[in-house]
């Protein structure tokens, strides 16, 4: 290898080409020992092999001399601690060294007196108390019993609080997920995981000290559940709720996972980035991919929904991408754009396999009311040239199971900009999908027809990506509501950051009605 | 899998500790985060928001930054962390992967040197990861932290989040890809 003599190459017999992917591990413990011992009898009469062997040991040295921690340090230990501190001592509205807030929700910038008042409000100062004392004193214990804060503190302008989920155990308590950012956050370090808990019919806010996002919440019962997300490159983010306090669980685990669904206390499952994991009762492992996707080596798949009928049946959906790479001798640097392909996976007998795969789609949740009716809900993707440049036009897309394929079918929103996110059924004649700003979709057993919901107070209106039907009576959405530009800060380049809150929205009896409007 | 209740107490690092860990694998940190990102200057940004994090958890008391826990454990989640920026990095970059073909061009075309020279040493160096970057970034990773920084097969798995058998795999294909493209660039002397 390199510039040393060699012999000449042999051609290699017809057993070699048997062994070429063993000699690179040959010596890694976790090769398997009857090839490790077939390959080594094979090689003890090969020279073509040995010479490949010898090339992979030559390898190995100079990568680890080359390519290894080798020779004095590029930087200095103390100009790193000097950045470090000085970043850490920066640390602006939601530091995790601080007290967190523990709020009722303000739910538009300045408004939040309008639901308390007297007595009423005194109560809510009590249950903030106690639940912040519950809560926050069990995730960080090295605080001080926080002060609650007046239930009527609002957000600094420029805040951004969003809730990616929902999930009500009754209607008399439920949790919501998220995330929420200072003002001028940038780069996501300074994001933190937000949890929202409904109880005697407040909901009340609490800030983790934990950098990150909360994407989804499955709750077993009132005392058990979990919630996961991201953090910001670290790994993710997973959260058990024991009926007491919420516990950061650690596993080997990968970046981003999107979503979560609890069967029971010992039996789980979430899904994310090149990912899908099980959860057994002791720890979260890894379940291997249908090795068609290519997953972390010719594509990037990312998984968005779950649907579980059984611990021996369930559906997940996503979207999948190729990696792109330079093509050799062109002028092709491989960053043209690319449209998502939309995977189904389809669980039975134990693994997982690709049922369908759809051109140009991005799938984002599924439901399914039995083995053979389901619904999924997501949008097409094109690329349309505007002003010199590819942009991508998004429609919203639905899908029904039937007959043992997944088909799209007509709604309301077909051909409108956009898409449908979040797909709930509670019967084959009841079912709900958000699709973005303040409307859903409803479907009686025949149709699916629009439900126009309240106007908040600004122009820019809210996003609901989440929902949770108790009954086909009761229910509960959850999102963010996007100010004005007199609520928000101006941006340096123009424009300006509007100030995003969390926004509920309460389903009773026929009528959805903005919670504390 | 360790689950750490937040009630229990834990002893903080010092600030002398964790600078004395940052000394400890700062180096190796950034070398593994320059070969895979492909880019000195954001192989340093990703580093430093890997030690914030590792101090913001220091500061919370967090497992593995307590004077409890060991340091192979603090390495890993350091590497760990660092694997997963770097990842993330190379995605909100679209994935898109420069290789200086005209280095290893060079590479091919000079004659024989002492392998222990400066020039040549660089030229290796670069070589390496010029051919480094024609592999998928995980593969990369895995290649990196089992042969260059000496993670044992079990310890890959758990910082990249996968089982042995996938280290195993990935492992192979890094080498035979990496073999293939440096041997296609250089230039041999038959005796």
Known sequence: MGHQHRTPQ???GAQCFSFAEVWPVLNEPTTDTDLTAEARAHLASCTYCQGQLADYERLDLKIHRYLGPSGPPRYRTE???????????EQPAVPPTAPLVSAAIPLRPGRARRFLSGLAALAAVLVISVLAATIFTQVAPHRSTPSASSPTATLEKGS?????DIAMVSPSEGWAV????????????????????????TWSSVVLPIQGRLKSI?????TDGWAVGQT???????????????????????????RVQMLSATDGWAVGDDSILHYDGHAWQNQPLPASLGAGTTHSVSLLGLSMLSSAEGWVVGFIMPILSPTPGTTDNGSATTLPDGIILHYTGGQWTVQQMLHHVTLNSVAMLSASDGWIAGR???????DGQQTVSLSPLLLHYAGGQWVEVSQPLAGTSGELQQVVLLSPTDGWITAGGNLLLHY???????????????????????LSMLSAHEGWAAGSLFSDADQGIPNPTGGYQPTITPILLHYLNGAWSIYGG | MHERSLAMPATLMTLAAFTEMVDRHQHALSTFLRDLVSDAEQAYDLMQDTFQEAWRASRAGVDPFIAECSDDQRRRWLFQAAYHRGISALRRRKLIRWESLDLLHEMAAKPGKDADSFEEQVVEREALRAALARLTPQDAACLLLRVAHDFSAAEVGQIMGVSPTVVNKRLSRAKQRLRAVYLAHNAEEVG
């Open chain 1, 160 to 164: 951004q609080w969003f809730l990616w």
């Open chain 1, 444 to 466: 009686n057993g025949t149709a699916w027809s629009k439900v126009t919901l309240p106007k908040a107070a600004s122009t820019h209106g809210y996003a609901l990506p989440a």
């Open chain 1, 79 to 89: 100009d790193i601690m000097k950045d470090l501190l000085e970043s850490a001592s």
């Open chain 1, 218 to 222: 499955s709750m077993i019962s009132a």
């Open chain 1, 178 to 201: 998220g995330e929420a950012s200072p003002p001028d956050a940038q780069g996501g370090d300074l994001t933190r995981a937000l949890l929202m808990h409904y109880q005697h019919g």
């Open chain 1, 10 to 12: 042999l051609k290699p």
């Open chain 1, 380 to 386: 097409t993707e094109a690329l349309t040239p505007a």
């Open chain 1, 232 to 258: 910001n490159g670290v790994g993710a983010l997973l959260l058990h709720y024991d009926g007491q306090s919420w516990k950061q669980v650690f596993g080997p685990t990968p970046a981003d996972t999107a």
